[in-house]
T-cell receptor
Framework: DQQVKQNSPSLSVQEGRISILNCDYT??????FLWYKKYPAEGPTFLIS?????DKNEDGRFTVFLNKSAKHLSLHIVPSQPGDSAVYFC???????????FGQGTTLQVKP | DAGVIQSPRHEVTEMGQEVTLRCKPI?????LFWYRQTMMRGLELLIY????????DSGMPEDRFSAKMPNASFSTLKIQPSEPRDSAVYFC????????????FGDGTRLSIL
């Protein structure tokens, strides 16, 4: 029973264009959502987060959108750069538990 | 600033041996998490501590797995005896205690049990 799902295993985008990574969740009690980026042989690196009281959070080239009614969030990267090529994980947590539930990840390739 | 430090980075050992993985969290972080990543199950939480106290160990797969946090700057995850199906990448993460605190990960220990 996967509570956090990333249905696209991979995504390929041209440099300079927008990358959109999607994530769906099933648990309506989740109230904090995060995106992590992971390079091979390294740990996940925190990118950006959003709490359920917001529907958008922006940090430089990265924007996360949250649609609570659809139980859907997305990460927009614009403009995409070759260095953005990595595996992206979305994660969710409930209340103050500190427990993160991760999606399976989406591999992003940004082509020069 | 030093991030989360894990050791060893790689461990290869034979089935039945005891394995100990180590983690030093970021200074000032009072929550510590142990995760396991496999192809089949992805990233899954094993156990986490707040202020050195284990809060939830429901993700620990079997009694062969145990974790300790004797002080705020050190934690261990032990597998005894180890089995080939324990082969995975084990990550440690830390965060500040409180609402909506992002977790910061170490670079993991790649464990291979032969």
């Amino acid at each position: 029973d996967q509570q956090v799902k990333q249905n696209s295993p991979s995504l390929s985008v041209q440099e300079g264009r927008i990358s959109i990574l999607n994530c769906d969740y099933t648990n309506s009690m989740f109230d904090y959502f995060l995106w992590y980026k992971k390079y091979p042989a390294e740990g996940p690196t925190f990118l950006i987060s959003i709490s359920s009281i917001k529907d958008k959070n922006e940090d430089g080239r990265f924007t996360v959108f949250l649609n609570k009614s659809a139980k859907h969030l997305s990460l927009h990267i614009v403009p995409s750069q070759p260095g953005d090529s990595a595996v992206y994980f979305c994660a969710a947590s409930e209340g103050n538990t500190g427990k993160l539930i991760f999606g399976q990840g989406t591999t992003l390739q940004v082509k020069p | 600033d030093a991030g989360v430090i894990q050791s060893p980075r790689h461990e290869v050992t034979e089935m039945g041996q005891e394995v100990t993985l180590r983690c030093k969290p970021i200074s000032g972080h009072n929550s510590l998490f142990w995760y396991r990543q496999t192809m089949m199950r992805g990233l899954e939480l094993l156990i986490y501590f707040n202020n050195n106290v284990p809060i939830d160990d429901s993700g620990m797969p079997e009694d062969r797995f145990s974790a300790k946090m004797p002080n705020a700057s050190f934690s261990t995850l032990k597998i005894q005896p180890s089995e080939p199906r324990d082969s995975a990448v084990y990550f440690c993460a830390s965060s500040r205690v409180g609402l909506n605190q992002p977790q910061h990960f170490g670079d993991g220990t790649r464990l291979s049990i032969l």
